[in-house]
């Protein structure tokens, strides 16, 4: 896990920003120090990603995710695993949690 963290902290580095990216490293990282005792630095790096791709919620007016929604769908997919892992009483991690006991 201490690659992952090293490969993440580059992405965050890069000089061309990208929110959608940016918010899937920070799910990558978030998920990494979590595995390596980092609670603090976890929940850090899943508020920072949160921040940059905020939750996708049905609504009856259409939301304009723009030219990167796929890139911004997978960040929110690495972001929701992240919350499961790191916050499962939250409502994301909560959803998920019902969903898999309910299969």
Avoid: C
């Amino acid at each position: 896990f201490p690659e992952t963290v090293d490969w993440a902290d580059k992405a965050l580095d890069s000089t061309q920003v990208y929110s959608q990216a940016h918010a899937h490293a920070y799910a990558i990282l978030a998920m990494a120090q979590w595995r390596l005792g980092r609670v603090d630095e976890a929940r850090t790096a899943l508020a920072k990603g949160d921040k940059l791709a905020p939750n996708i919620v049905a609504a009856h007016d259409p939301l304009d995710l723009g030219a990167g929604w796929v890139a911004g769908l997978f960040a929110r997919i690495a972001l929701d695993e992240a919350t499961v892992l790191i916050d499962p009483a939250s409502p994301t991690g909560e959803n998920a949690t019902k969903a898999v006991r309910d299969r």
